[in-house]
């Protein structure tokens, strides 16, 4: 087990990501983000969660390591940005491996619910947002943000994953539990096609609105046996969360970096157009967000 082939640094953490070189097994180090981490995976699968299992950790020079079961070799991501390369669209297999993985985790969650909990304030980074964005904060901003928390206190509160979206979803399960908290049933899962709409249309493939109904719809069809209701009806509160998500730390720190800084107006839009939707019709159409290409040429 010393022969490791090194794979990538971790994503927005310290430490970095390896693989054995027969590719069973995977190594990440980092520091507490990463044990926390990990003390939570272990906790979630004895709850039946579709997460990697974990066969060793400690502290390696004096890094804390974790030792994983490898679940996969591609997520959902690279399997559609292969397709999109391939055949030019997400094909439908990534879709319905997209809804499988996210009702095993739905069926686990529902079956281990929390008391009522606050979870706002970590799951948008909203402290951030308004720190960032000033004019955001806003009565207007807070009684949009009033209405879909009072809406969703009809959902079950579970163990959520926060960060979930195709990069994060492989066929036999979920990776990436740093940003781990409580979150209302379906939060983590429904909004996981739409969120390729923020991104900026840059990562190389998008969603068609076919296939988010169709995702919508097999979801619907876990939850109404797991809480006897359709949980897409909330797909717009949790969408107005993501607005907050999506737009947190963006704000460039250096004046010379115009590209960062278009970034962070793309986000603002977004989260402009966002809360117009939400207040409109109660729900948010990410089919109807620019590209980030379209709106930097409009906006120069």
Known sequence: MSDWVFVKKRTAADGEVWRSADGLLYKRTGGTDLRVEAEFEQVAAGMGYPVPMIVDNGVEDGRYFVIERAIGDLSLHDEALADARSSGRVSERVVRTAAVVSSQ????????????????????????????????????????????????????????????????????????????????????????????????????????????????????????????????????????????????????????????????????ALFTMGLDQYESTGTIDTGAFPTLERFSTENR
């Open 105 to 268: 985790l739905l069926e686990a969650q529902a079956r281990h619910p929390l008391r009522t909990v606050s979870w706002f304030e970590k799951a948008a980074f909203a402290a951030d947002v308004f720190e960032e964005n000033p004019d955001f904060d806003t009565p207007r901003v807070h009684e949009a943000v009033e209405q879909a928390l009072n809406r969703m206190t009809g959902l079950p509160m579970v163990h959520g994953h926060l960060d979930y979206g195709l990069p994060n979803i492989l066929r036999a399960g979920v990776i990436d539990w740093q940003h781990h908290g409580p979150v209302p049933l379906g939060y983590d899962v429904y909004p996981a096609l739409d969120i390729v709409a923020f991104k900026g249309g840059g990562k190389g493939y998008g969603i068609t609105p076919d296939q988010r109904t169709s995702y919508a719809a097999a979801l619907d069809a876990t939850t109404a046996t797991l809480v006897g209701q359709r949980v897409s009806d909330y797909l717009g509160d949790f969408l107005l969360v993501k607005c907050f998500f999506f737009l947190a730390l963006m704000r460039p720190s250096d004046p010379a970096r115009p590209d960062k800084s278009i970034k962070w107006q793309y986000r603002r």
